[in-house]
T-cell receptor
Framework: ETGVTQSPTHLIKTRGQQVTLRCSSQ?????VSWYQQALGQGPQFIFQ???????GRGNFPPRFSGLQFPNYSSELNVNALELDDSALYLC?????????????FGPGTRLTVL | SQQGEEDPQALSIQEGENATMNCSYK?????LQWYRQNSGRGLVHLIL?????REKHSGRLRVTLDTSKKSSSLLITASRAADTASYFC?????????????FGKGTHLIIQP
């Protein structure tokens, strides 16, 4: 059974640029959620994708967008990067949309915006 | 916004001692989960306790939930150096999964050898 993987591990961008982060969900999981974790803070929910549709969204602006593919892998896109977007971005997969089951997190992508 | 608040923010104990961390939250929940994070890496799920449960055990972990006080505690018994990490509580709201998990700021636990 393959766990959740994310790429790249680290990324440095400049303000105003666009970035795409990728996540491969655990085998058999059809739901992916994305979280942003600023330094010294807990993760904050960005959005959730279920069967290629956005299923829920946290308090993030529209420049944060995502995709889920037929194989349930997912992308997080952030446009017009701001300095405050510097954070660890985590994706989590699960076998359904309910949060009554365990969420499996990937190792994260650390994004630095200069 | 962060629904859960862990207490203390940091905790340093000797190896072999027990570590207790507390979490308070604000709104009604479906369940509460505890996660561990090592050095800014991915989160590892430790234990989930549902709103109709009061206590749960998993190995050296013991979690309690008091919905009347909107609080939970995580006890790690016989701590080991490898338990050094940040611990987060996360709540799943009654409204369902599409809201995502709401995390606190975490407790940084240091186990002194």
């Amino acid at each position: 059974e393959t766990g959740v993987t994310q790429s790249p591990t680290h990324l440095i961008k400049t303000r105003g640029q666009q970035v795409t982060l990728r996540c491969s969900s655990q085998s058999g999981h059809n739901t992916v959620s994305w979280y942003q974790q600023a330094l010294g803070q807990g993760p904050q929910f960005i959005f959730q994708y279920y069967r290629e549709e956005e299923n829920g969204r946290g308090n993030f602006p529209p420049r944060f967008s995502g995709l889920q593919f037929p194989n349930y892998s997912s992308e997080l896109n952030v446009n017009a990067l701001e300095l405050d977007d510097s954070a660890l971005y985590l994706c989590a997969s699960s076998s359904g949309t309910s949060l009554g089951d365990e969420q499996f997190f990937g190792p994260g992508t650390r994004l630095t915006v200069l | 916004s962060q629904q859960g608040e862990e207490d203390p923010q940091a905790l340093s104990i000797q190896e072999g001692e027990n570590a207790t961390m507390n979490c308070s939250y604000k709104t009604s929940i479906n369940n509460l989960q505890w996660y561990r994070q090592n050095s800014g890496r991915g989160l590892v799920h430790l234990i989930l306790i549902r709103s109709n449960e009061r206590e749960k055990h998993s190995g050296r972990l013991r979690v309690t939930l008091d919905t009347s006080k909107k609080s939970s505690s995580l006890l790690i018994t016989a701590s080991r150096a490898a338990d050094t990490a940040s611990y987060f509580c996360a709540t799943a709201l009654m409204r369902g999964g599409a809201d995502g998990l709401t995390f606190g700021k975490g407790t940084h636990l240091i186990i002194q050898p």
